[in-house]
């Protein structure tokens, strides 16, 4: 078959995949732009953050597959590929434990202001007095909203470091619940008001887009923290800026409501300029060697299986 790779995808795998008689075309610059004249006579298109929409699809003339090499698939148009007899298929589980280490990360960095520390040091400022000033974790509520594969990795490394943990899941898990020895809340607005951390694992659909809005900030705790590593959409930016100034709520993103696209190296920052008790990172929640190698090979499972018997892996729609 004919594959176009439209993202960054490991060597070892592309040579897998030619080893088996497939045609690669390997091109991690193309945007939704540029793809429609580069999917040209390609089977199947396999694409990590590069969007894909209608026109995309409507130029593959015999495209049959599309592989979203990671778990959320909010970037391509999955009911007009069903439209047009296109298959898309995701690969779940396999960046969990990378997107939850991030997590977990930017949970102590907050909390021991690690970005501030180095800062202050690189620019010769010694102030023990006031970095010596610190919270822990140890004994604190984390909620986690959305218990999926990612928010479940969450759960196990938050009790590790002696943390009690609660969740909010659109859907009722029991089974899980228990495993985990997690309590369960009725609603987010009660988990804000008891949670010391708040994480967000959820899906960008029409039902969580803004879900995290003013409503939900002002029922968190002054000074809680509010961690976001999942999708931009979920979170109304001024709104959690607004937070951060009046609740001293601080925050540590991956994921924002806008951002540059693959190739830019400018991003509009304006809203979070300044503020202090704020942290950042690149969108690079699922951007360790181990994910994306354990996502290559689930790409390469789904081609296999497709080749072999034209079945779907993981297809969503």
Not at 285 to 300: F, K, P, Y
Request: glycine share 8%; aromatic share 8%; with cysteine.
């Amino acid at each position: 078959m004919n594959i176009l790779i439209a993202d960054k995808f490991p060597a070892h795998w592309k040579e897998v995949l030619a080893k088996q008689g497939h045609k690669i075309t390997d091109n991690p610059a193309l945007d939704e732009n540029s793809l429609p004249a580069a999917i040209a006579d390609n089977e199947v298109l396999i694409v990590r953050s590069t969007k894909v929409p209608a026109a995309v699809i409507d130029a593959g003339k015999h495209l049959k597959l599309i592989i979203r090499a990671g778990a959320g698939y909010d970037t391509i148009d999955i009911s007009h590929a069903a439209q047009k007899g296109v298959a898309v298929c995701n690969c779940p589980g396999t960046n969990s434990i990378a997107v939850a280490e991030l997590a977990m990360g930017l949970m102590l960095a907050l909390d021991r202001r690690l970005v501030h520390n180095t800062r202050d040091l690189q620019n010769g400022i010694w102030n023990k007095s006031e970095y010596s000033k610190a919270k822990g974790i140890f004994g604190r509520t984390l909620g986690i909203i959305g218990l999926g594969n990612i928010g479940k990795e969450v759960a196990k490394r938050a009790q590790a470091f002696g943390m009690k943990v609660v969740t909010y899941d659109p859907y009722d898990k029991p089974e899980i619940f228990t495993e985990l020895h997690i309590t369960p809340e009725p609603d987010i607005y009660t988990l804000a008001g008891l949670c010391d951390v708040i994480t967000v694992h959820l899906p960008d659909t029409p039902q969580t887009h803004g879900l995290f809005n003013k409503k939900f900030f002002d029922a968190m705790k002054p000074g809680a923290t509010f961690i976001n590593t999942a999708r931009g959409g979920l979170v109304v930016t001024q709104d959690l800026v607004d937070a951060m100034k009046t609740k001293q709520i601080r925050a540590a993103l991956d994921v924002y409501e806008t951002e540059p696209k693959a190739n830019d190296k400018v991003f509009n920052f304006a809203p979070f300029q300044g503020v202090e008790n704020f942290y950042g990172t690149h969108h690079i929640g699922a951007s360790t060697d181990q994910a994306q190698d354990a996502v290559a090979q689930r790409a390469v499972d789904i081609i296999g299986e497709y080749a072999a018997t034209g079945k779907f892996l993981f297809r969503v729609n």
